[in-house]
């Protein structure tokens, strides 16, 4: 549910001067998404970074590297505190089974492809699937800011489980005149989604997300902030998603690096308690 919900691009508290900034053409949401959709497919520039998932129950920060073999990760903290002595041979000994067995890795990479997919079948339904209406534009910040109200598209129809979410779905869409990409996507789901997870599956009335993206450096655009907050019934139980997840700490990685030398950079990089603990000491 959350890759396909992370192919929706998350409101904020903007001061829109609709009197002075220009409207913007018609045709500026169908291509911040087209180049949503391009940027999403292209795997040409490998990142390191930090990710931070906080729930109810956990809170966890951790440094990834992506690789062509797909992404690795090392535990930096949990709960805003340097890991036990027994969550870091844990996570070591993840890390050497990876290294034993490759086979565990291109596991990793194929769900990471699924997912992928599942976001770039709900990207290439968005033009079509909602019907946007321009609010105004935001001028106080260092690139004009166009809001649009979203809501769903009668016209617009799918017997796509993981497309159905968007029948239901209203919110807003900020995106960045200058750059044509989209910087903030907030939806709520304005009724029960029925998605057919085994015997009885619906997602509720209610719940919403919210996605933040940007430059992170040398014009490259991720994601930095996603929050959910869902009820879904499934198999007759309910069950809640509440999480927070936040990226940062950006820097670029070399084009064809393995999985395993992602590994022995993270564990020469991060193998130092002042380095670990950094995380937690900024949340302080």
């Known amino acids: 549910m959350r890759a396909a919900l992370l192919g929706l691009m998350s409101v904020s508290a903007f001061s829109y001067a609709q009197e002075t900034a220009p409207v913007p053409d018609s045709g500026l949401v169908r291509r911040a998404l087209a180049n949503e959709l391009k940027s999403a497919q292209d795997a040409s520039h490998p990142m390191q970074y930090r990710l931070r998932k906080s729930s109810p129950r956990l809170i966890s920060t951790k440094q990834i590297v992506e690789t062509g073999d797909g992404a690795v990760a090392r535990l930096l903290s949990i709960n805003d505190a340097v890991p036990s002595a027994a969550d870091r041979e844990k996570d070591e000994t993840r890390l ?3 290294l034993a067995d490759p086979g565990r890795q291109r596991k990793r990479k194929q769900g990471e492809l699924a997912d992928r997919d599942r976001a770039l079948k709900v990207l290439r339904a968005l033009p079509d699937a909602f019907l946007y209406q321009y609010e105004g534009t935001d001028t106080s910040a260092a690139h004009p800011l166009a809001r649009y109200a979203f809501s769903p598209n009668p016209n617009f129809s799918t017997s796509d489980l993981e497309l159905m ?9 900020t995106v960045d005149t200058t750059c044509e990409r989209a910087v903030r996507l907030e939806g709520r789901l304005q009724q029960d989604v029925e998605i057919g997870w085994g015997l009885l599956g619906r997602l509720d009335k209610g719940g919403w997300i919210l996605i933040e993206q940007g430059d992170v450096g040398g014009g490259q655009w991720r994601i930095v902030q996603f929050k959910m907050a869902m009820s879904a019934r499934v198999l007759f139980r309910t069950r809640h998603f509440d999480t927070t997840e936040e990226q940062s700490h950006f820097a670029p990685v070399p084009v064809g690096l ?7 950079m993270l564990r020469s990089d991060l193998d130092h308690p002042a380095i670990a603990g950094a995380d937690a000491t900024s949340k302080k």
């Not at 393995?258 to 590994?263: C, D, E, S």
């Open 258 to 264: 393995t999985y395993q030398k992602a590994i022995q």
């Open 165 to 173: 979410v968007l029948t239901a779905m209203s919110g807003t869409l």
């Open 96 to 98: 050497d089974a990876l």
